[in-house]
């Protein structure tokens, strides 16, 4: 088994988890499908952090059955992920993937009244598309670290095409909106512990 996740504090709350799991990890965004070599045959749960479209709250854990976006439309193996939304205890959503941070609570019922999707992320339809190409049997989970009730700081421009992260532009965020910053943060580590807690189950 090998663990795709997004680096940074993703990844290290992977790694921190799960020291001896084969943990591979990959850029944010379009940037994901970079993939390095894999292991042939090899399965890959792809694990990370989310915002919820609908009525999730932070922490609640996911497994897509699909994931889509503008130009894609994508169904994930069906037995492979309802084998492990009952290990994990989680709902099967359908997912919706953008090019940025979604920080407002109007964009995201936009988006869900688009795509009827329940979650939002930057990496889901990249990842699908090349694994699938490369025959690699594959299950998405997710981790919602931000929910649809409230507005976040202003960081939808801070990871680029590349997969960076512009940590001056979060900073400058943060500084703009302190409240805001606080929540958020608080947010994201609740949901990055619960990260670790899935990284363990399916690693397992």
């Given at each position: 088994m090998t663990i795709l996740v997004p680096r940074g504090a993703e990844a290290r709350a992977v790694r921190q988890r799960t020291p001896n799991a084969t943990v591979v990890e990959i850029a944010a965004g379009a940037?994901?499908?970079?993939?390095?070599?894999?292991?042939?045959?090899?399965?890959?749960?792809?694990?990370?952090?989310?915002?919820?479209?609908?009525?999730?709250?932070?922490?609640?854990?996911?497994?897509?059955?699909?994931?889509?976006?503008?130009?894609?439309?994508?169904?994930?193996?069906?037995?492979?992920?309802?084998?492990?939304?009952?290990?994990?205890?989680?709902?099967?959503?359908?997912?919706?993937?953008?090019?940025?941070?979604?920080?407002?609570v109007a964009e995201r019922r936009?988006?869900?009244?688009?795509?009827?999707?329940?979650?939002?992320?930057?990496?889901?339809?990249?990842?699908?598309a090349v694994l699938a190409q490369r025959g690699i049997p594959f299950a998405i989970v997710r981790v919602v670290s931000d929910d649809a009730a409230r507005d976040l700081p202003e960081i939808e421009n801070a990871v680029g095409a590349d997969g960076h992260v512009d940590a001056l532009r979060i900073a400058a965020a943060f500084v703009r909106a302190p409240?805001?910053?606080?929540?958020?943060?608080?947010?994201?580590r609740r949901a990055l512990r619960r990260l670790g807690d899935v990284a363990v189950s399916v690693s397992g």
């Open positions: 940037a994901s499908a970079q993939l390095p070599p894999l292991a042939a045959g090899e399965p890959v749960v792809v694990v990370g952090l989310c915002g919820a479209l609908g009525d999730l709250r932070v922490g609640d854990v996911v497994v897509y059955r699909r994931v889509a976006d503008e130009q894609h439309d994508l169904t994930l193996d069906g037995a492979s992920a309802e084998a492990l939304a009952a290990t994990l205890h989680a709902p099967l959503v359908d997912a919706w993937c953008v090019d940025h941070v979604v920080t407002t936009a988006l869900a009244a688009r795509s009827a999707a329940s979650v939002v992320d930057m990496e889901g339809t990249h990842l699908a409240r805001a910053a606080y929540g958020f943060v608080r947010d994201v």
